[in-house]
DNA sequence: ATTATAAAGGAAAGCGCTTTCGATAGGAGT
DNA sequence: ACTCCTATCGAAAGCGCTTTCCTTTATAAT
């Protein structure tokens, strides 16, 4: 390995000096600067960021923790995009992510070993779990998406709003006997998008029985279907359901089909995330938007300026948008 | 922070032998590791990963290079469950994954970048490139996905035999006027898929016209609409085809339905990848699944053994398989 | 010519850890 | 009683870098 010691040797400057051309301090030569730089292309030199963090305690990488019920990891059709904005933002300011491995879920365990790692700060991308990594026990700058925390620092979209903009549209479009597939309501995501469609409800004047709210669990698939499997067994259908998830939402929507009915002509539809593949199905389906972009753009600036010791890390909550495609009509009759 | 000498003052023993403790050395009484140990625990010790990897020339990461045509990074449908299969693996075996920022594909800048970080190994994933982080002049143990190598070291699905295995099934169900939508063809995989239709073809005794195989880019929905379209503009329409990608796939389904037919009623479609959508898709896809999760498992048994210097680290191409759902039928008349 | 000042460079300590190698002490063997 | 192991421990060097602080030299000011 070519070190700091063999261009010093090579250029005929001490290491300090080839130090000092390394990070841009103003008291060196120019010549000496040349004599370095051309040491350094000549022998191929890379600094070693290990040492390089050991005497700089900085680290310029940050933590990804993930943690989410699907199980995907990574492959999350949702918090994958999310961290691809994050990504992209930090990239910017030359961090790396790193992601450590998952300890069961061992919050004391994962914090332990982001210590170990020295990471500059952590992103807690997570569908449940304490705050333990952002807690006043913990020096590490962290910022959360998709969870309130009582200290400033985590990004989410604005859930309730999400709900009344699809019980509105779907208002609009006549409809009165709305359901609601909810997530499980232990997830902050989930139980922000009942409050919002309840509040809707109300709002218009609108009724919803208790057999209107079906938990749909953790956003799978599965967990839409079951919910819908229930909404068609009662005597008195709604003509229209707001899905706290889009792949709960796809589930439902087979579900309907299966059952000889027709969306949006039987049963109008609207989800929530607009993941990728919404606009693909059939029918397209209409959702409210997160623009998981911002939110992982959002949640990067946040903890850029925790590390930076700034001041403005507050909360941020990301506007959501209804996108209407193929999945709601108007009621019929 | 708590440093090793902390312990070594707390404990009453040298930091040489706390590290002892600290690495499961044997020569060490009991007695000094229970000492060692409690210290620890009322210190609340971390090592640091930095200082560690400093003295050991090992650093218990493993890099990730990341480049696909989609630009959605991360979000990638099929990769990012390659790369989840491949962290949950290694994992196992202690190791972190540093996604480092791209720079612009610059692969030279790229590796140096890793050789900076001290990464033990790499990972590549990536649609296209060069390979020169796997190359001689790169002392670091490199894994690729989807791209042969011309040493050991490279994972990737058998792409002919799923081309074939798609033009026999559909074969099996009458179709005769079999299409192709290529990836581009300077990607390997859309390359070998393409080869392995044209062979089973040829195997089947069925001609394909020129203007059966249209390419559909670099496997984006808009790909697969472009390539279709130009299908369906031909005066003899094919009754059945094989599209090298599932997103690509679904662009194809939406212009025939956009045309006014239907799939599979007039024409059977079978998708390469099976990613986790195309079974709630409207037709459900049938395709040819890649094995994501066993391609990471692969690579990273692959990558682990590079790194400790084990015989057996030959390339190896995983087995693929059909899935019959509902996008193919019998030919009808 | 003399003094003050700025510019350029280097010695050395230190970041937290591992590892070699030598020292010490107790016990076994004869 | 003496030598030889074996078990246990620690001193010290070294991993590659940054940073403080001091020295030297050149330049400006008087």
Same mark, same amino acid.
Request: charged fraction near 25%; hydrophobic fraction near 40%; aromatic fraction near 8%.
């Given at each position: 390995?070519?070190?700091?010691?063999?261009?010093?040797?090579?250029?005929?400057?001490?290491?300090?000096?080839?130090?000092?051309?390394?990070?841009?301090?103003?008291?060196?030569?120019?010549?000496?600067?040349?004599?370095?730089?051309?040491?350094?292309?000549?022998?191929?030199?890379?600094?070693?960021?290990?040492?390089?963090?050991?005497?700089?305690?900085?680290?310029?990488?940050?933590?990804?923790?993930?943690?989410?019920?699907?199980?995907?990891?990574?492959?999350?059709?949702?918090?994958?995009?999310?961290?691809?904005?994050?990504?992209?933002?930090?990239?910017?300011?030359?961090?790396?992510?790193?992601?450590?491995?998952?300890?069961?879920?061992?919050?004391?365990?994962?914090?332990?070993?982001?210590?170990?790692?020295?990471?500059?700060?952590?992103?807690?991308?997570?569908?449940?779990?304490?705050?333990?990594?952002?807690?006043?026990?913990?020096?590490?700058?962290?910022?959360?998406?998709?969870?309130?925390?009582?200290?400033?620092?985590?990004?989410?979209?604005?859930?309730?709003?999400?709900?009344?903009?699809?019980?509105?549209?779907?208002?609009?479009?006549?409809?009165?006997?709305?359901?609601?597939?909810?997530?499980?309501?232990?997830?902050?995501?989930?139980?922000?998008?009942?409050?919002?469609?309840?509040?809707?409800?109300?709002?218009?004047?609108?009724?919803?029985?208790?057999?209107?709210?079906?938990?749909?669990?953790?956003?799978?698939?599965?967990?839409?279907?079951?919910?819908?499997?229930? $909404?068609?067994?009662?005597?008195?259908?709604?003509?229209?359901?707001?899905?706290?998830?889009?792949?709960?939402?796809?589930?439902?929507?087979?579900?309907?089909?299966?059952?000889?009915?027709?969306?949006?002509?039987?049963?109008?539809?609207?989800?929530?995330?607009?993941?990728?593949?919404?606009?693909?199905?059939?029918?397209? $389906?209409?959702?409210?938007?997160?623009?998981?972009?911002?939110?992982?753009?959002?949640?990067?600036?946040? $903890?850029?300026?925790?590390?930076?010791?700034?001041?403005?890390?507050?909360?941020?909550?990301?506007?959501?948008? $209804?996108?209407?495609?193929?999945?709601?009509?108007?009621?019929?009759?």
């Amino acid at each position: 390995m070519v070190t700091i010691y063999d261009i010093a040797k090579r250029s005929g400057y001490s290491i300090t000096t080839v130090s000092k051309v390394l990070n841009n301090y103003k008291n060196v030569s120019e010549k000496a600067i040349k004599a370095v730089q051309e040491a350094i292309d000549e022998l191929g030199y890379t600094p070693n960021s290990s040492a390089r963090t050991l005497a700089t305690n900085k680290s310029w990488m940050i933590g990804v923790v993930f943690a989410e019920h699907l199980g995907v990891g990574i492959a999350h059709p949702f918090f994958s995009e999310v961290i691809e904005g994050f990504k992209k933002h930090v990239e910017l300011y030359n961090y790396d992510l790193l992601f450590v491995s998952r300890h069961m879920g061992l919050q004391e365990e994962t914090y332990k070993h982001l210590k170990h790692r020295g990471v500059d700060g952590v992103v807690v991308v997570q569908s449940f779990g304490e705050d333990l990594i952002g807690g006043e026990n913990s020096p590490i700058p962290a910022v959360y998406i998709d969870m309130p925390l009582k200290q400033p620092g985590s990004v989410y979209s604005d859930n309730r709003h999400g709900s009344s903009l699809a019980v509105n549209y779907l208002t609009e479009l006549g409809h009165e006997r709305i359901a609601h597939i909810m997530g499980d309501q232990t997830n902050f995501a989930g139980e922000e998008r009942a409050i919002g469609f309840l509040k809707a409800m109300e709002k218009k004047g609108l009724v919803v029985p208790e057999h209107y709210l079906v938990n749909g669990g953790f956003f799978s698939y599965e967990g839409g279907r079951e919910a819908m499997i229930r $909404l068609l067994a009662l005597s008195e259908r709604p003509t229209a359901v707001v899905v706290a998830g889009d792949i709960m939402a796809l589930g439902a929507i087979k579900v309907i089909k299966e059952a000889g009915l027709r969306v949006p002509e039987d049963i109008s539809i609207v989800g929530f995330d607009d993941i990728a593949l919404a606009k693909h199905v059939d029918p397209p $389906l209409t959702t409210i938007r997160q623009d998981k972009d911002l939110i992982g753009r959002q949640a990067a600036i946040i $903890l850029l300026n925790k590390i930076n010791g700034d001041q403005d890390s507050s909360s941020r909550v990301v506007p959501v948008q $209804l996108i209407k495609r193929g999945s709601c009509q108007l009621i019929r009759g």
